[in-house]
């Protein structure tokens, strides 16, 4: 049996100590919260809601929460209101009776939450918190000072995931003029809470089309709606939870067939690009809500990873549509350039075992049945798959790699590693000895004052030394490995080369990795390297996707259980590894103030 969906909101704008600003909006973001996740068509949840209680109250509701939930149970904490650090470095959430100089007696402990989180026998745990964390407001508007890294740190937990409205140092802003001990006018959510009510009421946030929103989607439509605001602020997710912590259903996904959901969510390409036909009649609905329903669904599908399909799908949103498709290679995909037209896709999370593409289906007519219409879409691509199975035994021994494919030359042997170094994963299947790259736009701004690398075909042999240089005198070698992710290796040596890491810091957290460089894209995108089986070990380097974590790259100093669907693009020296550890305090719970103080000056790369 299915366990229910539980919800507390509290919000909290009124208090008795003049040292916290009044605010506006949070009662506004209760409000909306509430309305969109009783909604039983999205959320369905059973809604509890305190505005302005006193800090006892506060802490038998949430205690109240937890205890009574179940272990098939979703619970979900909301607060929107001040939070602040006491001189130990405690948070603490202000209510309204709170008082500054007696935060343990009269505000909410960090501490309390994540005791309750831990005691509670439920395993889904969502908390989301649009708080502030000091008391400084910029002129012309209402701000919440944010250092979301302490409260990942303070509030994480297992089988839990933590969402904060801003990230260290940042400042979370409501709508507003300014801040005042008095409020006027009508309030209207927060910029964070506005985005995430947004995500789940529309749907937007239902990424991959599927009809669920988790939190790892949610997080992404909200980043991305935060920084097009325009304002100084980055969300912050602390995700503990094995699988998909599924948290919404989107609202447009009950306006369409059970079929066209379960077509999209297919890893054959052949499928997700026959169901764009039955879409394009749908969208012709008489009825509003379903043909919205489908604009939406084909929105999702012209970012698919696969240019056949996203052609397609674009081709139907166009005012006019072209008479021909022609197939594309995909964003920053790595192929053979005479097979650039036949094979296409671009798995993420990759996709091991999808078939080869296939000649694409006329789009149904109306009237014909939609489960007749996917099952003959579906046989298509199983037959196609069969007849890969006999010919080509090599792609469903190992799977199909996400960045390059088969060719009839040589392929390129794992590289030799100089002494002194990490040794890298090895490819199931090596890759030619030349892939293609591309690196189009992304739509982004960038803040980032760069150029995107040449497209056309790269070499996959060799390694490529690199050095990272500090402020505080240590330096941490790379080796780059173009046989591993060839199009990554360009990209990175691009960047280096045109100054995009000298004056950036590093991030850590309760991981096994450092984060280092700037969340902003860099204008262009370009597609995981990553390979089935892969795991992620002490030394090795990490790049995650451009068009949501910006120029960033992770550096592991220990073994980590992530999903095999980040790019590994070379190793880090034995040297190196010790110096990251020297950042690394004994007992690390994710703060380090070595780590904090460490700047890189520059990236040299030695060609």
């Not at 009574?68 to 470095?89: E, I, M, P, T």
């Not at 239902?206 to 100084?232: H, M, Q, S, T, W």
């Not at 609905?285 to 397609?312: H, P, W």
Request: aromatic share 6%.
């Amino acid at each position: 049996m299915a366990g229910k969906r539980r919800a507390l909101l509290i919000a909290t704008d009124t208090y008795s100590d003049p040292t916290f600003c009044q605010l506006r909006a949070p009662r506004a973001d209760a409000d909306v919260l509430a309305a969109v996740l009783a909604d039983p068509a999205i959320g369905g949840y059973e809604i509890d809601s305190l505005h302005n209680p006193a800090a006892h109250e506060t802490n038998l509701a949430i205690e109240d929460l937890f205890a009574a939930a179940r272990l098939d149970d979703l619970v979900l904490l909301y607060l929107s209101g001040h939070g602040v650090k006491d001189d130990f470095g405690q948070l603490h959430l202000v209510m309204t009776n709170s008082r500054h100089d007696r935060l343990n007696a009269t505000a909410v402990s960090a501490q309390f939450v994540r005791n309750q989180m831990s005691n509670t026998r439920s395993r889904c745990i969502v908390v989301v918190l649009d708080c502030c964390f000091a008391g400084a407001f910029p002129p012309g508007s209402a701000h919440r000072a944010g250092e979301s890294a302490d409260v990942l740190a303070q509030l994480g937990g297992r089988g839990s995931a933590v969402m904060t409205s801003s990230s260290a140092l940042e400042y979370s802003f409501e709508p507003g003029e300014a801040a005042s001990s008095t409020v006027f006018g009508s309030a209207r959510p927060s910029v964070f809470t506005g985005a995430l009510v947004q995500g789940l009421r529309t749907g937007a946030a239902d990424r991959n089309g599927d009809g669920l929103i988790d939190v790892d989607e949610l997080y992404e439509f909200i980043y991305e709606e935060v920084e097009a605001a325009g304002k100084p602020q980055t969300p912050g997710l602390d995700s503990r939870f094995q699988g998909r912590l599924i948290v919404a259903n989107s609202p447009t996904a009950n306006e369409l067939p059970a079929e066209v959901a379960l077509a999209m969510r297919s890893t054959l390409p052949s499928v997700r690009r026959a169901i764009v036909g039955e879409l394009s009649a749908l969208l012709r609905s008489a009825k509003t809500t379903t043909a919205e329903a489908a604009r939406s669904a084909l929105g999702k599908l012209a970012q698919d990873e696969n240019s056949d399909v996203a052609a397609a799908a674009r081709a139907v949103l166009a005012p006019a549509p072209e008479k021909a498709v022609m197939p594309t290679i995909s964003p920053g995909t790595a192929v053979v350039p005479d097979q650039a037209a036949q094979q296409n896709t671009r798995p993420s999370p990759p996709r091991p075992g999808d078939a080869p593409q296939v000649p694409t289906p006329e789009p149904p007519r109306m009237g014909v049945r939609r489960k007749v219409f996917i099952a003959t879409a579906i046989s298509a691509a199983a037959a196609v798959m069969a007849a890969a199975m006999t010919f080509l035994p090599d792609l469903t021994s190992a799977g199909r790699d996400s960045t390059a494919q088969q060719q009839t030359q040589q392929p390129t042997q794992p590289e030799q590693i100089p002494a002194g170094f990490v040794p890298p994963p090895v490819r199931p299947s090596p890759l030619p000895d030349t892939v293609y790259c591309q690196y189009p736009p992304d739509g982004k701004t960038s803040r980032i004052p760069v150029k995107p690398p040449a497209s056309g075909p790269v070499s996959t042999k060799g390694t490529v030394r690199a050095t990272v240089n500090t402020n505080v005198g240590g330096a941490i070698p790379l080796l780059l490995d173009r046989s591993l992710a060839p199009c990554t290796v360009n990209s990175f040596i691009s960047l280096a080369k045109q100054g995009a890491f000298n004056g950036v810091r590093c991030a850590g957290g309760r991981v096994e990795w450092i984060s280092c460089g700037q969340r902003s894209s860099p204008g262009y995108t370009l597609a995981t390297e990553s390979f089935p089986g892969l795991r992620y070990q002490r030394g090795y380097l990490v790049m995650d996707d451009l068009a949501f974590f910006g120029t960033t790259f992770a550096m592991h100093f220990g073994d980590s259980q992530l999903v095999p669907e980040y790019t590994v693009f070379g190793t880090i020296s034995e040297e190196g590894l010790k110096f990251i550890d020297s950042l690394i305090p004994p007992g690390y719970d994710g703060q380090s103030d070595q780590l904090d103080s460490v700047i890189f000056t520059s990236v040299d790369i030695q060609d």
